[in-house]
């Protein structure tokens, strides 16, 4: 398997807490992406990285921020937390440009 | 503005018998086109991917059409399994410009399911 990792892979908690996923890889590939699926919406972009410190916005990007600060760790932040944020959330990871992805196995998150 | 659709939420199938998936596009930028699968619990895999270039590609069981002028691509499964039982997404991307960065816009998700 791909080497990425989620962590952590389950997470409740409380509306208005910050929040921080961690998406590690070992592939050294430059492209990083977070996504979250909500039924009915199928797979959306939140933010990308095309190198390390290099970001920039998705589709859905309102409330959340990233970090890449080494090649290898993509970090999401969910800077107060709302109840619509509760969702499942998959980082995913590309060598090139114009290349599919390979997914981590996600991650659960409530917002009670 | 959902740029990429699949109309069909869900699947029923025999074993044995075709599965027919179908996508829909908006955007006449994209330029490739993948089908990933997922299990319950598990990350995305990708399965089929096609560029513009071409109107078939096949893999295996796998096949998938594109029809550029309708805007539409269709992932068939032949024969069906019962392993082949999940959610199906199907994606596009653009890489007109160089500044795309390989980012993927994908559908809703088909569940396929396929009876014994």
């Known amino acids: 398997d791909a080497g990425i990792t989620q962590s952590p892979r389950h997470k409740v908690t409380e509306t208005g807490t910050p929040v921080t996923l961690r998406c590690h890889q070992t592939?050294?590939?430059?492209?990083m992406y977070w996504y979250r699926q909500d039924p009915g919406h199928g797979l959306r972009l939140i933010h990308y990285s095309y190198g390390v410190k290099d970001t920039d916005k998705g589709e859905v990007s309102d409330g959340y921020s990233v970090s890449r600060s080494k090649t290898e760790d993509f970090l999401l932040t969910l800077e107060s937390a709302t109840s619509s944020q509760t969702s499942v959330y998959f980082c995913a990871i590309s060598e090139d440009r114009g290349l599919g992805y390979t997914f981590g196995s996600g991650t659960r998150l409530t917002v009670v | 503005d959902q740029q990429v659709k699949q109309n069909s939420p869900s699947l029923s199938v025999q074993e044995g018998r075709i599965s027919i998936l179908n996508c829909d596009y908006t955007n006449s930028m994209f330029d490739y086109f993948l089908w990933y699968k997922k299990y319950p619990a598990e990350g995305p895999t990708f399965l089929i991917s096609?560029?513009?270039?071409?109107d078939k590609n096949e893999d295996g069981r796998f096949t998938v059409f594109l029809n550029k002028s309708a805007k539409h691509l269709s992932l068939h499964i032949v024969p069906s399994q019962p392993g082949d039982s999940a959610v199906y997404f199907c994606a596009a991307s653009s890489n007109a410009g160089g500044t795309s960065y390989g980012k993927l816009t994908f559908g809703q998700g088909t569940i396929l399911t396929v009876h014994p």
């Open positions: 592939e050294n590939h430059r492209y």
């Open positions: 096609i560029s513009s270039i071409k």
